[in-house]
């Protein structure tokens, strides 16, 4: 009976571990738990958790693209948010990765980001050259807004006080009127949901680039792109120019070939999700979206999806 009784408790044993074994935990770097792009990710888990099976996901607050770009070289987690024009320039080791490149491959990417120049309408400032020499939060610390902007701005020869911090600390200093605004990316065509929360305090405007400001932009930094955003992008805001980039989740390139495939087939083939939580995506073909805006190559597992549903892959992102 012993015998029994212990031979059938090393198998309810074993077969609790099989599935605890097999079961694939991998990490994702999102951003600021007060971006829309978070939630976006945490979606983007529980679709993977739910309709992918072995494997186990689980989402991280980050400082956004050079903070994840860094975890990946440091395999800290195993893929997240990436922009494109920065993680283009890590992939090549140029800009502020010159001589450091990030080895980093592309799943997929899945919304263009304007980049909204958002001040408080009693600030009085009307155009991005009255930013000079004011309080201004240039993009949350360490991300691709902060690095992107101060770009932007140094080509334009705006030169701004600047205020660093988090999300939720510069969303309280403009509140509080210790910074008259910030850039932060949109989602789609919309403002971003720390927008509309400084919204609900104050009043905001968005500045706009004058034609002159979109086509030095365009020249001296041609990576970015620039976009006509049509009023409604918030209340009372009407239609602006500003310079975009798209948003994309790299993968460390040891990611697993079929988890990778996995993981895009799931994404690519979810029809409510992901629009459930960017009202952007709607509707939205993200292999058409990905292979646009993709800058850098494709993970071997995310290539293998693309082309068994027949899409050429451009060369820029042929995977190596």
Same mark, same amino acid.
């Given at each position: 009976?012993?015998?029994?009784?212990? %031979?059938?408790?090393?198998?309810? +044993?074993?077969?609790?571990? *099989?599935?605890? /074994? =097999?079961? #694939?935990?991998?990490?994702?770097? @999102?951003?600021?738990?007060?971006?829309?792009?978070?939630?976006?990710?945490?979606?983007?888990?529980?679709?993977?958790?739910?309709?992918?099976?072995?494997?186990?996901?689980?989402?991280?607050?980050?400082?956004?693209?050079?903070?994840?770009?860094?975890?990946?070289?440091?395999?800290?987690?195993?893929?997240?948010?990436?922009?494109?024009?920065?993680?283009?320039?890590?992939?090549?080791?140029?800009?502020?990765? %010159?001589?450091?490149?990030?080895? +980093?491959?592309?799943?997929? *990417?899945?919304? /263009? =980001?304007? #980049?909204?120049?958002?001040?408080? @309408?009693?600030?009085?400032?009307?155009?991005?050259?009255?930013?000079?020499?004011?309080?201004?939060?240039?993009?949350?610390?360490?991300?691709?807004?902060?690095?992107?902007?101060?770009?932007?701005?140094?080509?334009?020869?705006?030169?701004?006080?600047?205020?660093?911090?988090?999300?939720?600390?510069?969303?309280?200093?403009?509140?509080?009127?210790?910074?008259?605004?910030?850039?932060?990316?949109?989602?789609?065509?919309?403002?971003?949901?720390?927008?509309?929360?400084?919204?609900?305090?104050?009043?905001?405007?968005?500045?706009?680039?004058?034609?002159?400001?979109?086509?030095?932009?365009?020249?001296?930094?041609?990576?970015?792109?620039?976009?006509?955003?049509?009023?409604?992008?918030?209340?009372?805001?009407?239609?602006?120019?500003?310079?975009?980039?798209?948003?994309?989740?790299?993968?460390?390139?040891?990611?697993?070939?079929?988890?990778?495939?996995?993981?895009?087939?799931?994404?690519?083939?979810?029809?409510?999700?992901?629009?459930?939580?960017?009202?952007?995506?709607?509707?939205?073909?993200?292999?058409?979206?990905?292979?646009?805006?993709?800058?850098?190559?494709?993970?071997?597992?995310?290539?293998?999806?693309?082309?068994?549903?027949?899409?050429?892959?451009?060369?820029?992102?042929?995977?190596?």
């Amino acid at each position: 009976m012993l015998r029994t009784t212990c %031979a059938v408790l090393l198998t309810l +044993t074993v077969a609790a571990a *099989v599935p605890a /074994a =097999a079961q #694939q935990r991998l990490l994702i770097g @999102s951003t600021s738990a007060s971006s829309s792009h978070y939630g976006y990710f945490v979606a983007v888990s529980q679709l993977i958790n739910d309709k992918v099976k072995g494997i186990a996901t689980s989402v991280v607050e980050t400082g956004a693209t050079i903070d994840n770009l860094r975890r990946i070289a440091r395999k800290q987690i195993d893929l997240g948010l990436i922009t494109t024009n920065t993680g283009f320039q890590a992939y090549k080791g140029t800009a502020g990765f %010159a001589g450091k490149p990030v080895d +980093t491959r592309l799943l997929w *990417v899945y919304v /263009a =980001a304007p #980049q909204n120049v958002i001040v408080r @309408s009693d600030s009085g400032v009307t155009a991005l050259t009255g930013l000079n020499g004011k309080r201004f939060n240039p993009g949350l610390r360490g991300s691709s807004t902060e690095k992107t902007t101060e770009a932007v701005f140094k080509l334009l020869g705006i030169t701004i006080d600047p205020v660093r911090g988090s999300t939720t600390d510069i969303v309280d200093a403009i509140k509080d009127n210790r910074a008259i605004g910030y850039v932060k990316s949109g989602a789609g065509n919309r403002l971003d949901g720390s927008s509309m929360d400084i919204a609900t305090f104050t009043k905001l405007s968005v500045l706009s680039l004058t034609p002159e400001q979109a086509d030095k932009i365009r020249s001296g930094l041609p990576e970015l792109g620039i976009v006509d955003v049509p009023a409604g992008a918030g209340v009372g805001i009407p239609a602006y120019t500003t310079w975009s980039f798209g948003v994309a989740v790299h993968a460390r390139p040891d990611l697993d070939e079929d988890a990778a495939y996995r993981l895009t087939k799931a994404v690519m083939e979810d029809r409510t999700v992901q629009a459930n939580a960017m009202a952007e995506l709607k509707g939205a073909d993200l292999a058409a979206t990905t292979l646009k805006f993709g800058s850098v190559p494709l993970h071997p597992g995310a290539a293998r999806y693309f082309r068994e549903k027949g899409y050429d892959i451009p060369e820029r992102l042929a995977p190596k």
